[in-house]
């Protein structure tokens, strides 16, 4: 699937690992962020240096409060923002030294909205996804086509396959900009807060989704978000971010600290484990 | 899902070219001028075997030295403007974008005007003489494209809401300008201009500009045409587009140069015309969907055949006067845009 | 998953692939094709219509330098302006002018000549059509872009300057009644126009020049600036403009206009009447009561002739000088406020415009008979 890669060289960190024969896939490198406002003023750290990765069949989430840096995390990964300092590295190569359409073939996000000026129908929008396989003038021939009719099966969205995207509900919208996603045919799963606009069965229906898709397909699937019950149930691994610093990456239940939580998220709670071997998350009220 | 294919392309371009065929034929038949279609048939199939002395017509070489030059002229204005229109409504991801609201239309009057002005005061060579308003409107057109720009600009970043406001705020800096040249300098050429300025296609070209005018168009049109995979996701959003695998930065310059080179020519040659490059992406948007690969060549040949049609009736409807094609199309363009808004909205 | 995606790609439709490399090509040669078409229909048509009579014309240099090759005696004339049409008649040869502009309406028989549109947007079909042999235009009226859609066309063109001066109008007609191959009845013609003119002069002689001014449009007020032919005709008529403005058409306000007080307000009317009313509508804007003229209703009003560099412009100028200093001309016949062309005798007394036909026509022509102005 992947085309050779002319521009981008692995590590060798990267290829030790992957001559050690473990599996990662995603591997964020000592990675930080900083900008300046105006040149005169000194540079705002928005990430300290972090690592994590994560492996194939994975779901990582980003987790922390308003404002801590995890949509800058997801931005560097994704490609939208070059780190200030670090690598980041998808199965051996540098994500940022590879062209943007074959970045697009391996790294797939996943918007919460999508706002077209003109409307069109959904096949058609998630044949979009098709385009970073397409050469200049192609057009979508038959096995592009099988592949965003696939996509939109696995997100059980067929039955919405000729609608117009204007004239569906926000939950219907969020399954066929997964689809999109998924007609890419990705490596990687990038989601940021899709869980904002969906009620709560929406909520689990589609971490559920995305726990199905993931090991089925053998994706690498990373979400940033605050819904701490959530990435309790489903996540396989934890980075958990305030102010901008990792504070601790791992599963969650090594986590979920009851004292950790409470420094991050500013308020009273308790953890349980359930007989699942997951943490559950109860939130007081502060008086 | 029935995404488009080669075949259906060309099906439906070929239905849209053999309109426009179907319209320049009754182009050709009307005018001032009676001709019958036969012996315009027999006379030109006659030059093209190279014998021109065989005419028999007493008529064919009016139209065929006027006419035809008038019409080909006004397919390849329409079908830059359209494609210009297209273009730009794509990138700015505005419904109201088309090359005036940039100021480039503008920005190239001026340019004709200032080439007038400056021609009058030097001794220009005859075969000099005709390129010089067009290259005037030209280079009119390049500094507002990079002026408006240059003002677009933010960070780096080409920010719509700005460039269309930097193309206002030009349009009206620039008219402002024209109308005092033209109230201040009076001379015979500049009485042409009021006329030039509302669009006319009535002046037979040197025939270096038509070629000029018709490789330019292609080369741009052709340059637009293979971005329009990527203009289809620029339309979802940029941040979309770049996630998809599109090269945003470069396919912005590239379409912004070509659209306003399509602007450049086509103003020109034939003045300000308006609403061709507004509407036609619109009525073909609404009739073949809003995927580049088939909108771009749609409204390209759309605008060619709206615009032939309004010179057809530009040239007919008082004859033997001309009206300016210019305002052919506003009295027709206002009132089918009045319509399109409606719709949106009910 | 993957795998069964690719399983299935195979039992899919086949699309031949070999179409994304080759269309682009097909339309490119068809694109070649069709420049290649048009520039043999273009090269042919032109070379076909270009003139392959060269003997019988020379070459000329119009009054704005360019230079033209127009036949010796043109017999197909198509005039651009309503001037140069007038003009064409006064020089007798309207025999020869085979269409002018819509808005050419002067001698009444012109309106019946073929027409090719307006003076600004002229019909090149129509003017085609008419094969002529010459197009006569002005820098004053016609557009650049109209000669030189004559010149791709291979239609000789030619040019008048922008009028400036009475006499600038004299020696135009006589030079076009030149290339028009009557230079006999332009000499006639213009020495009759200069023999009228002297003799205002000499009765002008003694008499001080009236300030007038001369008003085109009303609201707003525009006058006519110093450099014009009209300002000259003013001159010639024993007025003089109070407008000093090097402006062809300077808007005047009208506290300079109160200023400057004028004795007269001078209206060119194309009709009867129109003159009157242009006047009263003046004086009911408010402000125009301070002025001299506007109270003691010193208006004059001429025929339009005084707006078109043609030899009728003369008719104007007397007219004017008649109604500005009647004290000087008590000795001869008044003459009426507009001249209309008559097929009966034409009246006792000063020559209003009649002349002899050009060499090459035959004809009776005299004094009192029908080729009165």
């Excluded at chain 2, 210009?84 to 005036?100: E, H, I, M, V």
């Excluded at chain 2, 580049?292 to 010179?311: E, N, Q, T």
């Excluded at chain 3, 080759?22 to 273009?42: D, N």
Aim: proline share 6%.
């Amino acid at each position: 699937m992947s085309s050779p890669l002319r521009s981008a060289i692995p590590s060798s960190a990267g290829a030790e690992q992957l001559r050690a024969g473990s599996d990662v896939r995603l591997s964020v490198e000592q990675v930080s962020y900083a900008y300046s406002p105006n040149p005169s003023q000194a540079p705002l750290f928005t990430l300290e240096a972090l690592s994590f990765q994560a492996k194939p069949a994975e779901i990582v989430a980003i987790l922390g409060p308003n404002a801590c840096g995890k949509s800058t995390l997801l931005k560097l990964i994704s490609g939208e923002l070059q780190p200030m300092s670090g690598r980041i590295f998808l199965n051996g190569f540098e994500t940022h030294a590879l062209p943007a359409k074959t970045r697009a073939q391996r790294i797939a996000m996943v918007q919460q909205e999508s706002r077209l000026l003109f409307p069109s129908r959904a096949w058609e929008f998630v044949l979009q996804g098709r385009h970073p396989y397409g050469r200049g003038m192609r057009f979508e021939n038959s096995d592009d086509v099988l592949i965003a009719e696939n996509a939109l099966a696995q997100t059980g969205a067929s039955h919405l396959s000729d609608r117009w995207m204007d004239k569906i509900s926000g939950g219907e919208k969020q399954r066929i900009i997964l689809a999109r996603a998924l007609a890419q045919q990705p490596l990687l799963l990038l989601l940021d807060e899709p869980t904002l606009h969906l009620d709560i069965g929406a909520q689990v229906d589609l971490l559920a989704s995305l726990k199905r898709l993931a090991a089925e397909n053998r994706y690498s699937v990373v979400v940033v978000t605050h819904e701490l019950n959530l990435v309790g149930e489903y996540a396989d691994q934890v980075v958990l971010l305030q102010k901008g610093k990792c504070l601790r990456v791992g599963p969650p239940a090594t986590v979920y600290q009851r004292e950790l939580l409470e420094q991050v998220f500013q308020a009273p709670l308790s953890v349980e484990m359930t007989a699942s071997g997951r943490p559950r998350v109860t939130l007081f009220s502060k008086t | 899902m029935r995404p488009l294919t080669w075949e259906r392309l060309l099906l439906r371009c070929g239905l849209l070219a053999l309109i426009l065929f179907g319209v320049v034929v009754v182009s050709l038949k009307m005018g001032a001028v009676q001709v019958s279609l036969y012996g315009l048939g027999r006379d030109l199939i006659h030059v093209l075997l190279g014998r021109s002395s065989a005419i028999s017509t007493d008529y064919g070489m009016i139209v065929l030295n006027i006419r035809l030059p008038r019409i080909l002229l006004g397919i390849v204005v329409g079908a830059s403007l359209s494609v210009a229109g297209a273009s730009f409504q794509a990138l700015l991801r505005n419904p109201l974008a088309d090359p005036y609201v940039l100021g480039i239309s503008s920005g190239a009057a001026l340019g004709a005007i200032v080439a007038l002005i400056v021609e009058s005061h030097m001794a220009i060579s005859p075969e000099m003489a005709g390129l010089v308003t067009p290259f005037g409107a030209f280079i009119g057109a390049a500094i507002t494209i990079a002026a408006v720009y240059l003002l677009g600009m933010r960070d780096g970043q080409m920010e719509s809401s700005t460039l269309l406001l930097g193309g206002i705020i030009s349009a009206s800096f620039l008219s402002a300008v024209i109308m005092f040249l033209m109230t201040t300098l009076s001379g015979s050429n500049l009485r042409g201009t009021a006329f030039w300025l509302m669009g006319d296609l009535s002046t037979p070209q040197p025939k270096t500009l038509l070629y000029l005018l018709g490789i330019g168009f292609l080369l741009a049109a052709g340059a637009i045409y293979t971005t329009s995979s990527d203009l289809n996701l620029l339309l979802a959003g940029e941040k979309e587009a770049m996630h998809l695998g599109v090269e945003v930065r470069r396919v912005r310059i590239v379409v912004y140069i070509a659209a306003s080179i399509l602007t450049g020519l086509a103003v020109s040659v034939s003045g300000a015309i308006g609403y061709v490059g507004l509407l036609v992406p619109h009525v073909m948007r609404l009739i073949f969907g809003s995927d580049h690969r088939m909108l771009i060549p749609a409204s390209a040949l759309g605008g060619a055949i709206a615009l032939v049609l309004a010179d057809t009736l530009a040239r007919t409807v008082v004859a033997p006067s001309d009206l300016p094609v210019g305002a052919m199309t506003a009295m027709a363009g206002a009132p089918l845009f009045i319509y399109l808004l409606r719709r949106r909205i009910a | 998953m993957l795998g069964k995606i690719s399983h299935n790609s195979r039992r899919g439709r086949f699309v031949p692939r070999f179409r994304c490399q080759s269309s682009p090509r097909t339309i490119l040669l068809v694109f070649a094709l069709l420049f290649f078409l048009a520039e043999k229909v273009t090269a042919q048509a032109n070379a076909a219509s270009a003139t392959p009579a060269q003997a019988n014309t020379h070459e000329v240099v119009d009054e704005v330098g360019r230079s033209v090759r127009v036949p010796l005696v043109p017999t197909r004339i198509v005039s651009l302006a309503p001037n140069l049409t007038e003009t064409v008649y006064a020089l007798g040869l309207q025999d020869r002018l085979v269409g002018d502009t819509d808005y050419c309406d002067y001698p009444p028989e012109a309106q019946k000549k073929p027409k090719v549109g307006g003076a600004i947007n002229p019909n090149l079909e129509q003017i085609a059509a008419l094969r002529p042999d010459l197009v006569l235009v002005t820098k004053d009226l016609n557009r650049l872009d109209t000669v030189r859609a004559l010149d791709t066309l291979g239609i000789p063109s030619y040019s008048t300057d922008a009028a400036h001066t009475i006499d600038g109008i004299i020696s135009s007609t006589e030079r076009l009644a030149g290339i028009l191959g009557a230079a006999q009845a332009g000499k006639v013609v213009g020495d009759d126009l200069h023999r009228r003119l002297t003799t205002l002069q000499e009765s002008l002689r003694s008499v001080p020049a009236t300030h007038v001014l001369f008003v085109v449009w009303t609201q707003p007020l525009i006058s006519a600036g110093k450099n014009t032919f009209i300002a000259d005709a003013l001159r010639k008529a024993g007025a003089i403009s109070i407008v000093d403005s090097t402006q062809d058409w300077p808007q005047m306000s009208l506290e300079e206009v109160v200023h400057l007080q004028p004795d007269y307000l001078v209206f060119a009317a194309d009709q009867t009447g129109a003159g009157t009313r242009a006047f009263e509508a003046l004086v009911s804007l408010p402000g125009w009561q301070l002025l001299d003229a506007v109270r003691n209703r010193h208006y004059a009003v001429i025929s339009d002739a005084v707006n078109r560099p043609a030899p009728r412009i003369v008719s104007a100028i007397e007219d004017l000088a008649h109604q500005l200093h009647p004290a000087s001309f008590q000795d001869l016949p008044s003459l009426g406020k507009e001249i209309v062309p008559t097929n009966s005798t034409s009246p006792a007394g000063p020559q209003a415009g009649s002349f002899p036909p050009p060499d090459s026509l035959s004809g009776t022509c005299g004094m009192e008979s029908s080729c009165a102005l």
